[in-house]
């Protein structure tokens, strides 16, 4: 059996914790007006990245963060199936469409017209934009991962999977119910392969047009341990891969969105530095609907391991509380520049 997880990347330099001579980043996530609509400077409190929406790119949005010493990383869309067409959706091991999980719908991994035209988004935006790199967001098999209790569903199963699955591993499986009774570790690996394929094909626009552009990945914070391995089994997210595959990892340790104390972050961060070789770390912690001492606690935490940025989720949760700006102050000036 050829196993499925190209090495591809392998061909790449291994990467230190932080390019000699890069400083921390200090991030902030999402559109900066309210906070500039407040009066305030991102250098101020020590913010020197923001992370935006590709909609919401503008060049004068680009021109004014560059001007507060900031760079500017598009966060993009990959796998989100809530706009996309019926036949793009994800099939269930009954041959129904998976129901949507909490407000995320997923896409069938091998629809190549829907591929496509994310790839083609891809292109569009990083040729327009002046950006110093793309997050791409939603790069997993169908499930929602960022509440207590998770719906992790298992997809997809319609006729174009179930053709590449054969052809691709040379399994003559007869549909889903002898898929997952029988050839269970050659299904993983391959729904892991997709994963990896994709952000392959995401590598090699930003090479073609722009190859100094960083390429980061929002992903699953969880541990191997944690929930029966979904992050592999369910969401096809392979970390030697994806290790490979991203200049820079954000596992999102949202820790009150998903029920964890927020030591879990430090816990989370920590692991994640000692599973990975070549990307930065970067995480991504919470600070909407959290008080201001626990979200302090994450954004250290957040800088725990080998990390060698960190950003917040998001500026505008941060923009309206007198006391989070006092954190994100306290701990993005007083972190090593």
Known sequence: MVNMLRRDFLTLPAMA?????????????????????????????????????????????????????????????????NSAPPEALPIDATGRPSPKQTWFMGICPTHEPFLQSRLAALEKLVTTQALDG?????????????????????????????????????????????????????????????????????????????????LGNYHCAWRDDEHGGARRRVLGLDLEALDQAFDVLSPMVYHGRSGRPVEWVRENVEWWSRRTRRAQIWPIVQAHQVAAAPFEQALRGGLAGRASGVMMFTIGAVAEDPEKLAVVRRVYRGAPA
């Open 17 to 81: 914790a932080a390019p000699a001579g890069e400083p921390l980043t200090r991030g902030a996530y999402a559109s900066p007006k309210s906070f500039w609509d407040r009066g305030h400077r991102l250098d101020e409190f020590g913010i020197n990245a923001i992370f935006v929406h590709s909609g919401g790119i503008t060049e004068e949005l680009v021109r004014r963060a560059r001007s507060e010493g900031a760079r500017v990383f598009a966060e993009f869309a990959t796998w989100n199936g």
């Open 134 to 214: 793309v997050w791409l967001d939603y790069l997993h098999w169908h499930a929602h991962f960022e509440d207590p209790e998770p719906g992790l569903p298992e997809t997809c199963f319609n006729a174009s999977c179930l053709e590449r699955f054969r052809r691709e591993t040379g399994i003559r499986a007869a549909g889903a119910q002898e898929i997952l009774s029988r050839h269970q570790r050659e299904w993983r690996d391959w729904r892991c392969s997709l994963v990896a394929d994709f952000a392959r094909r995401c590598r090699a626009v930003l090479a073609k047009h722009t190859p100094k552009m960083l």
